[in-house]
């Protein structure tokens, strides 16, 4: 999830005050835009200012006055954009949005969205969501997040997937010289890149046991899921379902199989997987495209050509969802100027906006299923793998609680008891299970 994972941290420190959540849904090859016919009023706003909020490292100051621009020209409006710290967000924002003057746009992790409209803090966006989309198909890990109840909350600006980091050099003395496109073909090349890599505390492909973002692609794959909602909203949690624990066993037999023993119960900074990767003890790691630049920082030597990147595939044979991290337009309920909110997200949506700024420039995953496969041909091909692993995206749960799971690495711990086999995939299913059921449903 890109620098979005430092949302968890925020997120737990609101806990008391409001709940954090995320939920998805398989692929982004399916519509996963909340419907609704309203057009997107285009009201004067001369003499007025639009204030929004920007988090620290999201977007730069060329992409938001390319926005700015053109939502200035069409409206006759100014911006001031405040630029937000990361410490202590979630508690300013929540304090923000019970003023009678919020800003009026504000930048969120789209886990972040769902507690924020549970407690009426953003404007209900369904009946625009059409307009909004511009025709696109959102990115499910994007917009499922935004989506409560049924209900649009905020709009999709931008992603960040994980994809499979290796070294391109290192499989290559193996004997491999193109990137997967199935398991079996995963499983050939880590086996030959073992065989030639034996000491042992090589891993094939690093795999940490607390990296549940990793496992859980293992477990949705299987087709079973974190939690689900009924339709009265509650929530029940899913790793003791047959699909998850197949899901389960597949992970712990993979991370087993390519990683070191030592991995099976540490988290990904400790030790850290980038120097694992820049040390030469592992071919490989699952992470988002920020990664790139850290191993490159942390040894030099290893240029692009060294590198690449692909999706994971899946035993379903489609490449596995990915948790997708990003950003989420959303708009105050107290919002005074609504109208002009809208029209400014609704200009940050855009394919324009998408593909010149946000792919372009910033080399952000596009929010849609149609923005990936048109900057696609415009990024690196060392990027394309985490462009293409977004196309197939996931999320967590859209429960108000679900900040407190995150937040006590209640799901890290049970990918690692998994992993080192201290408990069955049953036996860590159920005491999962047991602890999100009275979690996500806490307050009903």
């Known amino acids: 999830m890109n620098h979005r994972t430092r949302g968890a941290a925020a997120v737990l420190a609101l806990a008391t005050a409001v709940a954090l959540s995320a939920c998805a849904n398989n692929g982004a090859d399916t519509d996963t835009s909340p419907s609704g016919t309203t057009q997107v009023a285009a009201v004067r706003g001369e003499g007025k200012t639009l204030t929004v909020w920007v988090m620290d490292g999201d977007y730069s100051d060329p992409t938001l006055k390319a926005i700015n621009d053109a939502f200035t020209q069409q409206t006759g409006a100014k911006v001031d954009v405040q630029v937000q710290s990361w410490d202590g967000i979630t508690t300013k924002i929540t304090t923000a949005l019970a003023t009678s003057n919020p800003p009026d746009v504000l930048d969120l992790g789209n886990t972040q969205v769902a507690s924020f409209a549970a407690n009426g803090g953003l404007k209900d966006l369904t009946p625009y969501a059409a307009d909004l989309a511009h025709a696109q198909t959102w990115l499910s890990g994007l917009v499922n997040p935004a989506t409560v109840d049924g209900k649009l909350y905020a709009v999709p600006g931008f992603a960040g997937a994980r994809a499979v980091i290796y070294n391109k050099t290192m499989w290559a003395k193996a004997g491999i010289t193109k990137a997967p496109a199935t398991i079996a073909e995963l499983t050939d090349a880590l086996t030959k890149v073992k065989a030639a890599n034996p000491a042992p505390d090589f891993s094939p492909l690093y795999l940490p046991g607390q990296n549940w973002y990793a496992g859980m692609q293992f477990v949705w794959d299987a087709g079973g899921d974190i939690a689900t909602a009924d339709d009265a909203g509650k929530w029940t949690a899913g790793f003791s379902t047959d699909k998850a624990q197949a899901g389960l066993a597949d992970f712990k037999a993979f991370q087993n199989q390519f990683s070191t023993p030592a991995s099976r119960t540490v988290d990904t900074t400790n030790p850290d997987q980038v120097q694992v990767f820049a040390d030469g003890k592992t071919s490989a790691i699952v992470a988002t495209s920020g990664f790139v630049g850290r191993i490159q920082k942390a040894n030099p030597k290893l240029t692009d050509a060294d590198l690449g990147a692909f999706p994971l595939p899946g035993k379903s044979g489609k490449s596995q969802p990915v948790m997708l991290g990003g ?98 995939p049953q036996e860590a299913a159920s005491a999962f299970d047991a602890t999100a059921n009275k979690a996500l449903n806490a307050g009903q």
């Open 327 to 424: 950003s989420d337009w959303g708009i105050p309920a107290r919002s005074n100027d609504a109208d002009l909110a809208l029209q400014w997200t609704k200009i940050a949506a855009s394919p324009e906006i998408q593909i010149k700024w946000v792919a372009g420039h910033e080399g952000f995953i596009p929010n849609s299923a149609e923005g990936i496969k048109t900057a696609k041909a415009t990024v690196s091909e060392l990027k394309q793998g985490f462009f293409d692993a977004a196309l197939n995206s996931k999320a967590t749960p859209a429960a108000a609680n679900w900040a407190q799971l995150e937040g006590n690495k209640d799901i890290n711990n049970l990918f690692a008891a998994v992993a080192s086999g201290s408990k069955s």
